[in-house]
């Protein structure tokens, strides 16, 4: 049996595309062949990875000078990608709002001088700094964001409007709100929060950025190669790309990002809305800064919760264990979580306080 799956990543995919995936597993479009046997030479697999690049552009509205790329090594290997690909003058600004930002600053701190120029961790990384308020590195070659954070459950409202081109992890929100592509250098997000298995990452850069990776960039790496490869350098994440095409499609089915964003709204309103006036359950973000992807929720007593957990499983709602930096629940609803799962964790919650109180 199917169950609501709420788990922050590897993450639930939409049921009718697992259901295609099925499908064609073993006969991928007439080759007598799964997509996971065949050559990524394959002209049917070149159709695969032209058709994620395009619906890409088409649901994000990516401009024609920015480059779309499906690589490996997950969001982490592009922490170094970032400054490998950017860092010419030595030097770039990080906003660190969580353990992901966190880490991404630390791993440009191999390469350069990375400027922390925003943290809140002086309260457990429950707000987002203001963006109006920053003070930006003289000469920097970027200023690095994490639009959503996925352990913390914040995300930005408004993004830095800074001289320095803007790069942004969205690992766990893209394809979930829209965004102006166009005002960010650099995006790049590891897709198995909302977007397909683990294994692949996206990256979408504008091309007149990445013309020169540093003498030391590996040449895996080298966005400008990966781009003028169209993903093929070495062999992709084929299978990978494919459930990207296939959840991509489904997105475009259910009226794009748009669309998708008011439904992902009301999904985090009914959460919120039930958190904030039970007596029971509490969410420590300030309120403008709540994400819509990633709920975290404690009762106060680390007991409950733990009992809380596990009797949640009983009834079908998964993985809604927080992560260890901040214990609790967390509840994430991806693009793929429907809104009955989110109306069936509310009801579980509601039998739960009853019988806590
Ligand atoms: C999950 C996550 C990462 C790490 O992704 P990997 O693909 O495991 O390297 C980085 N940033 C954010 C915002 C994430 O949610």
């Known amino acids: 049996m199917r169950v609501y799956n709420f788990s922050a990543g590897p993450s639930t995919l939409p049921l009718n595309v697992l259901e295609k995936a099925r499908e064609e597993f073993l006969d991928f479009a007439g080759t007598g062949m799964s997509v996971t046997e065949i050559s990524h030479r394959d002209k049917a697999f070149e159709g695969v990875v ?13 401009p024609d000078d920015y480059a779309v790329i499906f690589v490996q090594g997950g969001a982490s290997t592009q922490f170094a990608a970032v400054p490998l690909n950017l860092m010419h ?48 590195t003289e000469g920097a070659d970027y200023v690095h964001i994490t639009s959503n954070n996925t352990i913390f459950g914040t995300r930005y409202i408004k993004f830095p409007e800074c001289p320095a081109p803007l790069v942004a992890d969205m690992s766990s ?49 080298k ?15 084929a299978f990978a790309i494919y459930m990207a095409g296939l959840v991509l499609k489904d997105l475009k089915a259910r009226g794009g990002v748009k669309a998708v ?15 904030d006036n039970s007596a029971l359950y509490k969410n420590n973000v300030e309120r403008k800064y709540r994400s819509i992807m990633n709920v975290p929720f404690v ?17 079908g709602l998964v993985s809604l264990k927080g992560h260890r930096l901040v214990g609790g629940m967390r509840a994430s609803i991806y693009n793929a979580m429907p809104v009955e799962g989110v109306k069936s964790l509310i009801e579980f919650m509601k039998k739960f306080e009853k019988e806590n109180a």
Not at 194 to 206: C, Q, R
């Open 261 to 275: 964003n008011e439904i992902n709204e009301y999904k985090a309103g009914l959460l919120y809305d039930f958190i």
């Open 299 to 315: 009762t106060g007593d680390a007991e409950l919760d733990a009992k809380f957990i596990a009797e949640a499983k009983k009834s």
């Open 89 to 136: 003058g030595g030097k770039a600004d990080y906003i660190v709002t969580g353990n992901f930002a966190k880490k991404a600053w630390q791993e440009g701190q191999i390469y350069g001088e990375a400027n922390k120029i925003g943290d809140s961790s002086d309260k457990t990384y429950t707000y987002i700094p203001d963006v109006d308020k920053l003070q930006y």
């Open 223 to 237: 966005w400008k190669v990966q781009d003028e490869n169209g993903s093929l350098y070495n062999t992709p994440p």
């Open 173 to 221: 929100e893209i394809f979930s709100r829209e965004v102006d592509v166009s005002k960010f250098g650099v995006i790049y997000a590891g897709a198995q929060k909302n977007l397909a298995p683990a294994g692949v990452t996206i990256v979408i850069a504008k091309r007149e950025l990445i013309q020169t990776p540093l003498k030391i960039c590996p040449t895996m790496l």
């Open 50 to 62: 032209k058709e994620a690049e395009a619906l890409t552009r088409e649901l994000l509205g990516v």
